[in-house]
């Protein structure tokens, strides 16, 4: 018996345990797999962490009432204490008809394709593999510029473990999952003793898609550097260009707000607006967990409805909200396939693979368009109102003059509401960059208000 | 153990002497050091929402961290079985960080006692569900009593009760038992197409007994306030300004903008823009920054830090000079000074890290209303839903939710979609007054740092900066 069946077969028990208690319904998601992570800096081994570990979690309707609990604990005589404890939590709970486990359609048709969500060869990759990519990756930082005099560390991890949910109207499935990261974040130091830092990072499912530990180490470097004699500029509204690796953040924002949670809440701005223009003709959204071997990817929800790929924005029409089972009913819809669950709590909306999808224009060619503007590599803060669509947020990168990239800029923030700001997306390039769950094209927006002097 | 018993000796059997072995293997490649973390906490939570108990959940998670130390580099591994045989692999497995030769013996490890700064009177985790249930149905009545215009209210309450204890090489076991409760509420205003949220919450280190003297209608009604505020707040303004930050909250600016950059695991790798600047002026001459972790049932109080450390009462910046670092065991042996009790980490999965207990800035002698008066046309701050810092460069953003434009002296409109954003130094530099009117933040903070979340505590007087950039969407 592997693991995959091993974890299916304690959440089919669990799942019996709490039936005999008196629940109606149930499901169970166990979750169990290892951990390796490296850290080195300056040159030495900083932290190496090496665990295994293992969780539970249990959801239960009694009457239409709902109950969760979890434990790492999974002795015969502590799970079904817990079966009892959980039945008896639903006591205080409402019974709510938009409760419940999604319907057996949902997952009677299960994806059966190969997702390649496990790395076969992870777990043979020796340790001393991982501690010298980190150390490659470091040297390559240091070796790529003098300039660069301090590392936070360069950290090497890889994960391998099983995802297994069972419920009691007879879904049941399981896989294994593996990961693996490279990051690296290094400093330069500028006038006035102020440290500019950058950091790179790639992450995988499989080990052998990471970038190069030197290409990790150097795109660091070198984005470090781009940010000596970083300054503040006069506040003034000016064209913005999204770097790719940060305009996926922009469409990170543009599925919470699209999410089936906020629409039940009414705290979208996206509210009423299914099959309206939401932004410009040229932007269109997808969120897919069917693409073999990306990190989002997954047969099933975290309800265990089958994974479907979901337009958000075609065209700049807004296609439609995420929804999961519960937010589904209340809002009189039908689920997409879009739950994600952890093992401590109920499910809720979120995305697999999110990804806004390429435009024509080169990176060059955005960046010559703008007589005067900025060229945006970094966000901070939480100034993001997704009621009101109120955006805020504190900025870096570099001003962009008579079509060129030219100083760095820090110290400043972009505002706008996200109504305008999809609206006023000008251009889209080609070169779509896909990292982790997510990706997204440079993006030129038409007009931002950036704060500074 | 020498006193006996305890909550890990009575309910999984880990005795002195399963202790003493465990050490042992964890420093039997060399090592200069290893500590073992025992964790045992239990959660339950419960969510209203239109009128509803939508959720009720729970659970516990038990397990050990176990760390070797040689030199600045750190071993760790964790187990969530609480055996011998797996705690012996587990401290096998961190002992691998080490290559020496040279066998280091444990200490016999014995029991430490500490201060007993959170004493719960109502055990939340004694308490019938339903008797808390009625406690925050309170909040969730009374904030959609509060206006018609409040069209949705989501309430929920979590407490949580956790078991440590820390067994070091040194000698040192200690043991705590630290509560937390947190009442969170969201309160959404809605006439005709305009729907504003806002969001609040409340807490500490403490039982039920909370609630007696902070009613959960008090918090319900000011987030309803907020959020009906919002409706005719006006667009932020944008540029440099002077800004007030109000007492109590405001000190969230003091995290972000020095806060983390005092950590002294930054400085040991030089990676802060406090590095290498003890006993120079970092501040206004007006500025005295402490960090507390000895505040009574305060958030972010600890009776003793996650490495066995007991807390301190640390002052970091006085008038306007750096003075020290907070300091964890690896980076106090880096700089040859005590560990201050900032020793902390999220669970028994994560290895510790200085960080943060109550952290906040003492007052001065200027009355509020003063502080207002000095200010021709600025900014009034009060509420944050966070911020961050970048701590290599200084540069700092937050989120401020409830805000006010300053006019003649006087506070007139709100504004909403306000975001401060500076530099740490410089901005402290430009404290101009300082309030006599200091105030603890209700206990709702929870700062993230390389993963890790810890609850916090924050606090500041009523403060004058004499101009911070405001990102807003109107050119000023």
Known sequence: ?453 | MTAGGGFFADRFGIDTRIINEILSEALSHGGDYADLYFEHRQTSSILIEEEKVKNASGGIIQGVGIRVVQGDATGYAYTEELTREAMRQAARTAAKIASGNRRVEPVEVARRSTPDLYPVRVPPWETPAREKLAIIRRADVAARAYDAVIQRVVVSFADEVQHMAVATSDGTFVEDVQPMIRLNLQCLSEEGKNRQTAVGGGGGRMGLEYFETHPPEELARDVARQAILLQSAVDAPAGVLPVVLGAGDSGILLHEAVGHGLEADFNRKQTSNYADRLGETVASSLVSVVDDGTIPSSRGSIDVDDEGNLPRKNVLIEEGVLQGYMQDRISARHFGVAPSGNGRRESFRAYPMPRMTNTYMLPGESSPEDIIRAVDRGLFCLSYSGGQVNISNGDFVFSVTEAYLIEGGRVTSPVKGVTLIGNGPDTLSKVTMVGADFQLSDGRWTCGKDGQSVPVGVGMPTVLVSGITVGGTQNE
């Open chain 1, 1 to 453: 018996m592997d693991d995959t069946e091993r974890s299916l077969n304690l959440a089919e028990d669990v799942v019996r345990l709490a039936k005999k208690h008196g629940a109606d319904d149930a499901d169970v998601l166990v979750a169990a797999g290892t951990e390796f992570e490296v850290t080195v800096r300056q040159g030495q081994i900083d932290r190496l962490i090496e665990a295994g570990s293992k969780a539970l979690g249990l959801r239960v309707f009694v009457g239409g009432r709902p109950a969760i609990s979890y434990t790492s604990d999974f002795a015969r005589t502590v799970l079904d204490q817990l079966a009892q404890d959980t039945v008896e939590r639903a006591a205080i709970t409402d019974s709510d008809p938009a409760a419940g486990l999604p319907d057996a359609d949902e997952w009677r048709t299960q994806f059966e394709g190969d997702l390649m969500l496990d790395d076969p060869a992870l777990s043979d990759v020796p340790n001393d593999t991982k501690i010298e990519m980190a150390r490659r990756c470091e040297a390559a930082s240091f070796g790529f510029d003098p300039r660069i005099t301090r590392s936070d560390g360069a950290t090497c991890s890889t994960e391998v473990g099983v995802r297994a949910l069972v419920n009691s109207r007879g879904f049941g499935g399981g896989y294994r999952t593996s990961g693996a990261s490279l990051q690296i974040e290094v400093m330069a130091d500028d006038e006035d003793g102020k440290k500019r830092n950058d950091h790179w990072y790639s992450v995988e499912r499989f080990f052998d898609r990471l970038e190069p530990p030197e290409e990790v180490g150097r795109k660091a470097a070198e984005r470090a550097l781009t940010h000596l004699g970083a300054r503040k500029v006069p506040t003034r509204a000016v064209p913005v260009v999204w770097e790719n690796q940060l305009a996926q953040r922009l469409v990170g924002i543009i599925a919470r707000a699209a999410s089936g949670e906020a629409l039940h809440r009414r705290q979208t701005f996206l509210m009423d607006l299914e099959g309206e223009p939401v932004a410009s003709a040229l932007v269109t959204i997808i969120d897919d967990p069917l693409i073999p071997g990306r990190l989002g990817s997954r047969p099933f929800d975290g309800e265990g409805v089958t994974s479907r790929r979901n337009e958000l924005c075609v065209g700049g029409i807004f296609s439609g909200f995420l929804f999961d089972t519960y937010t589904a009913r209340k809002t009189g819809r039908r689920t997409t396939g879009s739950a994600v669950r952890g093992i401590a709590g109920a499910p809720s909306v979120g995305t697999s693979n999110l990804f806004m999808e390429a435009g024509t224009a080169s990176f060059e060619e955005i960046i010559a368009s703008v007589e005067d503007g900025l060229f945006l590599t970094d966000l901070m803060g939480f100034g993001v109102n997704i009621t009101t669509g109120d955006f805020s947020q504190g900025a870096a990168g570099r001003w962009i003059e008579h079509g060129k990239l030219s100083y760095p800029v820090t110290e400043i923030n972009i505002s706008g509401n996200l109504q305008e700001m999809l609206r006023g997306i000008e251009m889209i390039g080609s070169d779509l960059f896909f990292r982790g769950s997510a990706g997204a094209p440079t993006l030129r927006m038409a007009r931002l208000m950036v704060s500074g002097l």
